[in-house]
């Protein structure tokens, strides 16, 4: 089973806050992070591996510096990792990032599954599994909450839904995102670290690739951002002041308001 | 040449670019801002920039012909033949948006014998039902509503094409948008039509909610997007709007082609009062102290008729399920009232509540996060606030009546 795991670097999010002056984002310290929820896809692309054999190839798109978390991904049980980086990908919305993505994919070659989380926390789309499912014209299950059985040619999952959730029997090759919980992410072992230090790892252009100039970064984004704002908020708190069953009752009255 | 300008007559080498950028990829040299190769163009800076010194410069699109494209189409998702709620707040701000454009406002409803909801459809403001009725509608597979989909938007040619960000909605849409090549705006809060270019203004929160982004799709067509159930306003049910119900075929699947996902159960949780969809949440955070307060949480919620919400540090130490995690991890919230007890408000958390109506925050400290995204402020110790609302609910006669029914039963 050859399995791809979706990785993206995405900023730490407790370094993120504003500027109270200038109202833009501040982002101190530039630490970035795996994807939380694509720390799951990965330990189930191991998982899997441990129980049919083969190969967990960690897959990323980004600056030079992923090669981190790539290799931080090989030293929690992938064997090696492929970065698509090149200038001419800044800029990409998921469309593009999806077609550069699906590039990797092809480059890899003979991939049974493909494993992504399901979105990532700064940009929360959850856009890139599906559109690159389509790309690659295989099917795709979103939020998946649990792998039942799996062999080479089919895969029982759970497909968590807005009320419940559905049993699915999906014939591979296929793409999956994951939700957060369907395991407990692997840490880094002390073997793994030294492994991964010396892991295989490719970085590949948008000329390696033959990726279509018109496809890739900001020139093959459909969409643009035109403005970003600091939402405004509209009113100040109102404070209630007073012993606490006054305030009790305050609050018993807004309830009996509003609702 | 495609990349970040920077337009030196303008700059003043004030630096809050540098601070604003994610990758390192500006500085200052010579009181000017340059870029480096680290740029990802992700264009944060732009709006950091107070004297508009900086901008993205595009190749210019082969220009398409976008004028075949007309009307605003809405996804009427219906499950067990039902129509969504969210399916009306698309109807709700489709009717502004296609008197804004002057077009047509169409909705979609696909399903197995779903005909007879058609024409609450055309009472709550579209103008043309497109329906498609077939077996393998029936449930929510997404090969088989990919193809339909595709195949109308290229025989009928929608200008906009909205979708409520339901789990469903955001599995297909952007497999419909891979499928065109064009672009898709994730979870959208706010849409308008740019009175300018007409083109549709798709605003949604990025980092937790800290901050809106705008984005636009000027190119391609149609232009899509999810939008998050529970903030557009459903319009009153006009019974005198008039419609047409326009029928399509479902072109049946190639027969040698066996189906690659397969539904083998589809499992409806009994209807429980999820945090999602609740009208009242009484939550909590590490504020509250101990384990034991839990308790006075839930009391408090069972007595307001509301259902407990936590934070995600609760969750971790095991004193909530996950189910009750509200934030970016966990669920987004809109219910009318929303009390906090001890929540300081971390930006993942804030993230999943700004469709709260109301929002009273109860914390010990008056400088506490969760007071900037508040109606109503209580700096007090929660345990208190918390003893002293139940008391007060408690001691009310329709309340008296269920706690010496409840003894009753024990005894």
């Not at chain 1, 990032?97 to 480059?107: F, H, K, N, P």
Request: charged share 20%; with cysteine; net charge negative.
């Amino acid at each position: 089973m050859k399995i791809a795991v979706c990785i993206k670097q995405v900023p730490s999010t407790n370094e993120v806050h504003m500027d109270p002056v200038t109202n833009t984002i501040i982002r101190d310290g530039k630490q970035s992070v795996t994807n939380p929820f694509d720390t799951y896809a990965l330990e189930q692309a191991v998982q899997i591996k441990d129980h049919l054999g083969g190969e967990v190839i960690a897959l990323s798109m980004g600056i030079p510096a992923t090669e981190r978390l790539l290799r931080d991904a090989t030293s929690r049980g992938a064997d090696r990792s492929l970065l698509l980086s090149d200038r001419s990908f800044a800029g990409a919305d998921t469309l593009a990032t999806s077609y550069t993505l699906s590039l990797g994919i092809r480059e890899l070659g003979g991939v049974d599954l493909i494993l992504c989380g399901k979105m990532a926390v700064d940009g929360d789309t959850a856009q890139i599994g599906p559109e690159l499912a389509e790309q690659l014209g295989l099917p795709h299950v979103t939020d998946v909450l649990a792998i039942d059985a799996i062999d080479e040619q089919t895969v029982l999952c759970r497909k968590a839904t807005d009320n419940g959730y559905q049993r699915l029997k999906v014939t591979l090759p296929a793409l999956l995102t994951v939700v957060k919980d369907l395991n407990m992410p692997r840490m880094s072992s002390l073997p793994g670290i030294l492994y991964s230090l010396d892991s295989p790892f490719e970085s590949k252009t948008a000329a390696d690739l033959s990726a279509d100039p018109a496809r890739i970064g900001l020139n093959g984004s459909p969409t643009q951002v035109v403005r970003t704002y600091v939402p405004q908020r509209i009113r100040e708190a109102i404070v209630l002041e007073g012993d606490e069953s006054q305030l009790a009752e305050d609050l018993l009255n807004i309830y009996s308001e509003v609702i | 040449m495609t990349g970040l300008k920077i337009h030196q007559d303008k700059c003043v080498g004030c630096g809050l670019c540098v601070k604003t950028c994610a990758a390192d990829a500006l500085a200052i040299q010579n009181k000017k801002a340059v870029v480096n190769e680290a740029c990802i163009l992700c264009g944060m800076c732009l709006d950091s920039c107070p004297f508009k010194a900086i901008s993205i410069e595009k190749q210019a699109a082969p220009k398409e012909d976008l004028s075949a494209y007309h009307g605003i189409w809405i996804y009427a998702e219906q499950q067990q033949g039902k129509i969504l709620q969210v399916a009306y707040e698309l109807l709700g701000k489709g009717q502004e948006l296609a008197k804004q454009k002057g077009c047509k406002l169409t909705a979609l409803l696909f399903g197995n014998d779903v005909a007879n909801e058609a024409q609450s459809l055309i009472v709550y403001g579209a103008d043309e039902v497109l329906l498609c009725e077939h077996p393998l509608l029936d449930t929510q597979i997404d090969e088989n509503y990919i193809d339909l989909f595709d195949q109308l938007i290229q025989e009928r040619k929608p200008e906009i094409l909205l979708f409520g960000a339901t789990g469903f909605g955001r599995s297909i849409a952007p497999r419909i948008a891979a499928r065109r090549q064009t672009g898709l705006t994730a979870d959208c809060t706010i849409l308008d039509i740019d009175s300018e270019n007409g083109l549709l203004n798709q605003t949604r929160p990025a980092f937790g909610g800290n901050l809106m982004a705008t984005i636009i799709c000027p190119n391609h067509r149609p232009q899509m997007a999810t939008v998050r159930p529970g903030i557009m306003q459903v319009q009153p049910c006009d019974e005198a709007h008039t419609g047409e119900i326009i029928r399509v075929d479902y072109a049946d699947p190639d027969a040698s082609k066996t189906a690659s996902v397969e539904l083998l159960e589809q499992v409806i949780a009994a209807h429980v009062n999820t945090i999602a969809d609740a009208d009242i949440i009484i939550s909590a955070g590490k504020g509250i102290g101990s384990q034991k307060n839990m308790e006075l949480v839930k009391r408090l919620a069972e007595l307001m008729g509301g259902v407990v919400g936590v934070s995600r540090p609760l969750v971790d130490i095991g004193w909530s399920e996950y189910q009750n995690q509200v934030g970016q991890t966990g669920s987004t919230v809109s219910p009318k009232l929303l009390i906090t007890f001890g929540i300081s408000g971390a930006i993942q958390h804030l993230a999943g509540i700004s469709g709260a109506k109301t929002i009273i925050a109860v914390n010990t400290d008056p400088e506490a996060p969760i007071f900037s995204v508040a109606h109503y402020k209580v700096v007090a110790d929660c345990v208190e606030i918390l003893k002293h609302m139940i008391a007060n609910l408690e001691a009310r006669p329709e309340n008296g009546l269920l706690i010496e029914e409840s003894k009753d039963k024990l005894s």
